[in-house]
């Protein structure tokens, strides 16, 4: 299992930045706009994995994005996760042989601040869960992965689940070939530990 990225979702991403950088001393950089009114902000976690902050679109007001549950966010929260298959396609066949769906693969892309295309393909659910535990996968292509592109660095230190029924979050979880530590919770939730320059910080 490689871990791609973290989905941080923020309601307002100007005031999420901000609020991020005060929390971890490390200011993350813009990542860029995606075509679905949502836009980013980055920072790197080591051995090839970043954080995304991610909110609806500044440069677009008024937009209401549905991804990662931002048409109705009111708090930040940590809302997924991705992982990196070696071969995504049958990664997708291979859930689906063990009985858990990862969704459609679609392409999708977004434009860096200094007019750099960056295109992907990763798995879609059709799925309004806040909170989603099991991850979705990722391709980058030829595309330079972000991760590589001189981020900001933190380190993260673990990342850990809870659910209501742990059981089947494992099933589900090994079905795409991911593993975390789960715990019983009263809803799904993510947890992720990061070292930061202020000291070990928890996003949730």
Not at 45 to 69: K, Q, T, V, W
Not at 194 to 204: A, F, S, W, Y
Request: proline letters at 12%; zero cysteines.
């Amino acid at each position: 299992m490689t871990i791609d990225h973290l989905v941080y979702a923020v309601p307002d991403l100007k005031e999420g930045v901000a609020a991020f950088a005060a929390l971890t001393g490390v200011e993350p950089v813009a990542g860029g706009s995606h075509p679905g009114g949502t836009a980013n902000h980055l920072v790197g976690l080591g051995s090839g994995r970043y954080l995304e902050i991610i909110g609806p679109d500044p440069d677009h007001p008024g937009a209401r994005p549905r991804a990662f549950g931002l048409e109705n966010l009111r708090e930040p929260r940590l809302a997924a996760w991705a992982i990196r298959p070696d071969d995504l396609d049958e990664a997708v066949r291979r859930a689906r042989g063990k009985g858990y769906d990862p969704g459609e693969v679609q392409p999708l892309s977004r434009r860096t601040p200094g007019g750099v295309l960056l295109e992907w393909r990763l798995t879609r659910r059709d799925d309004p869960a806040a909170v989603r535990p099991v991850p979705f996968l990722i391709d980058w292509g030829g595309t330079p992965h972000p991760a590589d592109s001189g981020l900001p660095q933190l380190e993260l230190e673990s990342l850990t689940a809870s659910h209501p029924d742990p059981d089947a979050l494992r099933r589900d979880l090994a079905a795409v070939g991911a593993s975390l530590d789960v715990t019983q919770g009263p809803e799904p939730a993510l947890r992720a530990v990061l070292t930061t320059p202020l000291g070990p910080i928890t996003l949730h």
